[in-house]
Every structure is written in C-alpha cells, then in structure tokens.
C-alpha cells in the first residue's frame, strides 16, 4: 500500500472518530442533559462525587458502626455499584483497618482494600480475582456467562434492597405509569406521551450500557418482551431509569420526578412491604469456595443489626430490621 492511499485512510478514519465524538456530544447535549441536567445515570460513574464518600475522612456521607471489631490478616479487596457507593463505605469505616484504604483525591489506589469500579467493572473484578467482595444488584445474563466461562461460580447474599424507579422532566404532566406501560415503552408500542396523557411529544427512552445495575434492572423488567432501539432521542421528551437513593440521596437534584407505578410511591414503606412493585435485592457477592475467613466475616458483619443499620442510615432498606 502507498503512502499516499494510507495517509487517506488515516484520515478518513480520524474523520469517523471526531464525527462519533461529536455525535455522542450532540446526544448528551440535546437528550440526557435534558432529563437531570449533567448528573445523569448514563453517566453514573463520573456522576458520583467519589471524594464525598470515603471512609475515615469524616464525611457526613459515610455512616459507620463504631466500635465494630477490624479484620485483621488477609484483608478483603470490596468494590461495588456507583450507587451503593454509601453502603460499602460505611462497611469499609467500620470494621476495615484505616490503613488499607488509600484514596488519592481522586479515585483509589490499586494496592486500598477499597475500590470503586462501578458495576460493570466490579463484576468483572470478582470474575478476575481483582476483588474478593463485591455490592452490587444481581447481575446480567452476560455477567453471568463471563462468570461461566472462566470457570467462576458467585455467591450472593442479600443486605439490602432498593426501588428500580423511573424518572422524568419534572415539567412533564405524566406522574404515574403502569408496569405494561413502561413494556410498551422500551418495546416501541408506546411512543408519544399523549398515549399515557401526556403533551403530544414522542417519547424519549433512555437506556443504561450492557451491563449496568439499572440496566439489568429494566432486562428483568422487560422478562420475554424484546428492547427495541429508540430513535426519537434527540427530538423527545426523555424518560429515564436508575434505583431510586442515586437519584434522591447521591444526586438530589431538581428538574427531575420519580413516577409512581400502579399507582403507588416509591418510598421505605411501600418497598419495605412490597406493594411498590418493582424493587431489586442488594447483594454481598464473593466467590464460591472463598478460602479468606475475613470475606465472610464482613458479610456476617453486614447481616448484624450494626451492619443492617448502615444500609438503613445509609437510605437503602435493610432485609433485617436493625434494633
């Protein structure tokens, strides 16, 4: 091949990468920043303020257990979910010693006990053995096959749960949907808020990328009903999905309402009993056939009213009520 022919190819290639950056850009720009400003879930790891989080730095944000006995010895690597960063937080100040857990300002160091990958990235790290305990919500079909393949088998126990919550323009006139409804939406049968009484805009479906907590969250929803791709995302009106503390506690932000589903509120009480109908188990997961004692004592520890009072301080609905 000349020089000439492949100086062309470079740069129609350069072309496409620039033509593609701008692109996703345009669709933030005009689409997600729309919904909830620039704290949106699709950008849920860079959304987090990692550094309002970490342990032993007194934040307001971290509720601990004092006086919980540390492990000692073999430490367990934790990592988890952007948002159940609180909860594992609070575990790691309560019974981790403080110097295995090194944050440099802006993210944490490979050799901390403590990481902060998010859920794609903590569910590959357990699969890896970069982590030894993870906090997450049930994984993908795909997570689960990657965990397959390489010969691993996931224990997971559950701590906590949370409601699965779709989310709005606070300006939009819809504020209650049904569980066929939300189907008819990401199937495409439903595409213009005048069908559930709305203002006569199409209807914008946000998704997650593969892999994500919410996204997997909304694949379980669905069940046997196939997502198709959304095309109205720079001319609609969006609607969104995450679990409901990211969006009411780690972000807080105005602009955006919770809709209610069936009918009823997403709140302690209607998730708690379980009339909220779409609510999602929050899991301690660790490897099957884990030799280090200390990832068991951490998930015994999280079981314990002390460990149960975290998730509730922590805004999350514990599965044990604390005393």
Request: hydrophobic fraction near 40%.
């Amino acid at each position: 091949m000349d020089k000439k022919k492949l100086g062309k190819q470079i740069a129609v290639i350069a072309l496409l990468i620039v033509l593609f950056a701008g692109l996703d850009l345009a669709i933030y720009q005009l689409f997600i920043k729309r919904v909830i400003s620039h704290h949106t879930p699709g950008m849920q790891k860079m959304s987090v303020e990692v550094a309002n989080y970490v342990p032993f730095t007194g934040s307001g944000n971290v509720y601990s257990a004092e006086g919980a006995v540390r492990l000692e010895g073999d430490i367990p690597t934790i990592d988890g979910a952007a948002a159940l960063l609180p909860i594992y937080a609070g575990f790691v100040e309560s019974i981790y010693p403080e110097d295995s857990v090194i944050f440099n300002g802006e993210g944490y160091d490979p050799s901390s006990a403590m990481h902060y990958t998010n859920t794609r990235g903590a569910y590959k790290d357990i699969v890896d053995g970069n982590a030894d305990l993870i906090i997450c919500a049930q994984p993908s079909e795909e997570q689960l096959a990657y965990a397959a393949e390489n010969g691993v088998e996931l224990e997971m126990v559950q701590i906590g749960s949370d409601a699965f919550v779709f989310i709005v323009n606070a300006n939009n006139p819809v504020d209650d949907i049904t569980v066929d409804q939300i189907r008819g939406i990401y199937s495409g049968q439903i595409t213009n808020w005048s069908e559930l009484g709305g203002n006569d805009i199409p209807i914008a479906a946000m998704r997650r990328n593969e892999g994500s907590g919410s996204q997997t969250a909304l694949e379980k929803l669905m069940g046997d009903v196939p997502i198709v791709p959304d095309y109205t995302a720079l001319t609609g009106s969006p609607i969104g999905f995450s679990f409901r503390y990211y969006v009411t506690g780690m972000l807080a932000e105005g602009g955006v309402k919770i809709l209610k589903i069936n009918g009823i509120e997403p709140t302690v009480e209607t998730i708690a009993d379980g009339s909220y109908p779409v609510s999602g188990g929050i899991y301690a997961i660790y490897r099957k056939g884990e030799t280090n004692e200390n990832v068991y004592k951490a998930v015994d520890f999280m079981l314990s009213p002390e460990g149960q009072k975290i998730v509730e301080d922590s805004g999350y609905i514990p599965v044990i009520k604390p005393d």
